[in-house]
């Protein structure tokens, strides 16, 4: 099943800031007045305004009056999925996703230490870019920081769902990024078959005050997505 959608305005927010991040708006440009603007991404006025609120808001967007809006790539870091690293191979792609299961399992045995419980929440999720699948995801969230919940429950954007809905905020978090097997639970709409060899980053989670209470596992379709970390 799929994730809960992105308001449609924050859905376009997320795709306008990671076009800009992955530099097909540069900074500076100038857009195109609003209602051409609306007109060519089929959206209605109403939302664009919204969604270039929701820009200005982050800090990515100039709204100059009686002049215009102006891009502010200094400011495209700053989204929803603001720690999501995977982009499409030309840069940007607005992220989905697919949940495939949610379950309270013990945790991995060779996952790092993140929390003190046994337990943990697993995710697993079909990651997309603009409806193209690209990678597997496999979430843990340890089982002494939120109370159960299901796969209905979850938005696409997952840190938004651990604020929104659990009161967690991660932080900031460790990546580490290498190659490793696709997993026996692949599905069929993931390209790269059971133990081909393919893009992967292991990530741990972190509170504010530097605690960990998650950590994932990504492997990633590198034909058709990369890892990108910009500074």
Do not use: C
Not at 16 to 26: K, S, W, Y
Request: glycine residues 10%.
């Amino acid at each position: 099943m799929q994730s809960a959608r992105l308001p449609k305005y924050l859905a376009l927010a997320e795709m306008l800031t990671r076009e800009i991040a992955a530099g097909h708006l540069p900074d500076g440009l100038p857009l195109p007045p609003e209602r051409e603007m609306a007109a060519n991404l089929g959206v209605s006025v109403g939302t664009l305004r919204k969604a270039l609120d929701t820009l200005e808001t982050q800090g990515a967007l100039d709204r100059v009056q009686g002049s215009g809006n102006y891009v502010r790539a200094s400011g495209a870091n700053r989204s929803v999925y603001g720690m999501l690293r995977l982009e499409k191979r030309g840069g940007g792609g607005l992220p989905t996703a697919d949940v495939l299961s949610v379950d309270v399992l013990p945790k991995p045995a060779r996952a790092p230490a993140f929390g003190p419980s046994a337990q943990g929440h697993r995710i697993r999720r079909l990651r997309r870019l603009d409806d193209d699948p690209v990678a597997l995801e496999e979430i843990w969230l340890d089982g002494d920081a939120a109370l159960p919940f299901a796969a209905a429950d979850l938005k696409d954007a997952l840190y938004l769902f651990y604020k929104d809905a659990l009161g967690i905020v991660i932080a900031r978090a460790e990546d580490r990024v290498g190659v490793a097997q696709v997993p026996d639970w692949r599905v069929d709409a993931f390209s790269p078959a059971i133990g081909h060899r393919v893009g992967y980053i292991e990530r741990v989670g972190k509170l504010a005050d530097g605690r960990p209470v998650e950590y994932s596992r990504t492997w990633f379709d590198d034909t058709k997505a990369a890892y990108i970390n910009r500074i």
